[in-house]
């Protein structure tokens, strides 16, 4: 599975982007999804997740109720809106895909994602 994000920019704060995270291959897999993120000098960070094939999403506090997770199946596309976005939130945002084994919830850990996206990075100014 090969997954390419894209959307990332500059952005002033309070504004909005949306990434988008294509998957190609073999996809006809079932995988859960996340979108990560790593700002300089931190570790890498889960922040939504998105379940197979129940839809169950879930966030980190830094960023619920401001940034929302969805899946486009029939394109193979996972998108994270951002609104509201925060200099904070500046960061090389990642997606990535988990071999979904019907867990409630998808993994937390960097370590449980079998692929990556190259990262797109999104920065907003105050």
């Given at each position: 599975?090969?997954?390419?994000?894209?959307?990332?920019?500059?952005?002033?704060?309070?504004?909005?982007?949306?990434?988008?995270?294509?998957?190609?291959?073999?996809?006809?897999?079932?995988?859960?999804?996340?979108?990560?993120?790593?700002?300089?000098?931190?570790?890498?960070?889960?922040?939504?997740?998105?379940?197979?094939?129940?839809?169950?999403?879930?966030?980190?506090?830094?960023?619920?109720?401001?940034?929302?997770?969805?899946?486009?199946?029939?394109?193979?596309?996972?998108?994270?809106?951002?609104?509201?976005?925060?200099?904070?939130?500046?960061?090389?945002y990642y997606c990535a895909a988990s071999?979904?084994?019907?867990?409630?919830?998808?993994?937390?850990?960097?370590?449980?994602?079998?692929?990556?996206?190259?990262?797109?990075?999104?920065?907003?100014?105050?």
């Amino acid at each position: 599975v090969q997954l390419q994000a894209s959307g990332g920019g500059l952005v002033q704060a309070g504004g909005s982007l949306r990434l988008s995270c294509a998957a190609s291959g073999r996809t006809s897999s079932v995988y859960d999804m996340g979108w990560f993120r790593q700002a300089p000098g931190k570790e890498r960070e889960l922040i939504a997740t998105i379940a197979w094939p129940s839809g169950r999403t879930s966030y980190a506090d830094s960023v619920k109720d401001r940034f929302a997770i969805s899946r486009d199946s029939a394109k193979n596309t996972v998108h994270l809106q951002m609104n509201s976005l925060k200099p904070e939130d500046t960061a090389v945002y990642y997606c990535a895909a988990s071999p979904s084994d019907g867990a409630f919830y998808p993994p937390r850990q960097p370590a449980s994602y079998t692929y990556w996206g190259q990262g797109t990075q999104v920065t907003v100014s105050s």
